[in-house]
């Protein structure tokens, strides 16, 4: 039986296997196989890993840690291997097991959970958290205070993804299996779940869209009135007010975004 078929086995009640649970999750902490991928410029859930993350849950016991002079007690261990791996992580930042950073990574005093994936040369920058099986890109900054969601169940359903190059203002969140595309930049404040309309305003009409944000697109907070039996209320939305413009050296073509929209970060 292939790893998966073991799993799915374990999930179902038919056969326990803490052996292939372990080792699902030694490959998620080392950078084998991850919880989404993207396939012919699609994003697929592997939910077969998200179950194995349950069953860990389920399987591991309560244990004292240490984290330094920091004690805590919890079913999970921080990550290890951390100088081999070339990750960076400013005390008191928190990566558990079963995530894994690619080289280059730096969490400062910030919180990765179980099952994310982190590209090489991301900061997770001060109280900013990436939720279990987020997946987070190259070249990604993710600014102080920023929250992005985390899901384990059901299994199957897509986890918050950011991909690469994208910069994500200070105390904005993203939930709910949004798709940041490559390059974007949200403004601080912004809030993204599935249900936020995502209004491009750059055209004579608006364009509105749910769950994804539009590779190089610059996105502000917003609100839009709607009516409701006791009166009009003003209900938020996220506004795409320009694109990024291409540019080789990326950290120039944010400066520039910035400073055209006036952006706070």
């Not at 030694?26 to 991928?37: F, K, Q, S, Y």
């Not at 410029?41 to 069953?55: F, P, R, S, V």
Request: with cysteine; charged share 20%.
């Amino acid at each position: 039986m292939t790893i998966e078929e073991r799993i799915l086995a374990a999930w179902r009640g038919e056969r326990p296997d803490e052996a292939a649970v372990h080792e699902v999750m030694e490959l998620l902490d080392t950078g084998a196989i991850r919880v989404a991928e993207k396939v012919d410029g699609k994003w697929q859930t592997n939910d077969w890993i998200k179950i194995a993350i349950l069953l860990y849950f389920r399987i591991a016991k309560m244990e004292i840690g240490r984290y330094g002079d920091y004690i805590y007690h919890d079913k999970i261990p921080l990550k290890t291997r951390l100088k081999e791996q070339n990750i960076r992580i400013v005390p008191p930042g928190t990566v558990r097991y079963g995530a894994f950073l690619e080289p280059g990574c730096v969490v400062m005093p910030g919180y990765v959970n179980i099952g994310a994936y982190v590209g090489a040369g991301t900061m997770v920058d001060t109280w900013a958290t990436v939720g279990s099986c987020a997946q987070i890109g190259k070249g990604v900054h993710l600014s102080g205070g920023v929250g992005i969601g985390g899901v384990l169940e059901p299994p199957g359903a897509r986890p918050v993804i950011i991909e690469d190059g994208a910069f994500i203002g200070s105390r904005s969140i993203v939930v709910e299996g949004v798709v940041i595309e490559e390059d974007a930049v949200l403004g601080a404040g912004t809030t993204i779940t599935a249900s936020t309309p995502i209004i491009d305003v750059t055209g004579p009409e608006e364009v509105v869209m749910k769950g994804r944000v539009p590779a190089g697109s610059v996105v502000i907070p917003g609100t839009r009135m709607k009516q409701f039996s006791a009166g009009e209320y003003a209900l938020p939305c996220a506004l795409i007010i320009g694109k990024r413009q291409q540019s080789t050296d990326k950290k120039t073509s944010l400066n520039d975004v910035l400073r055209e929209f006036a952006l706070a970060v």
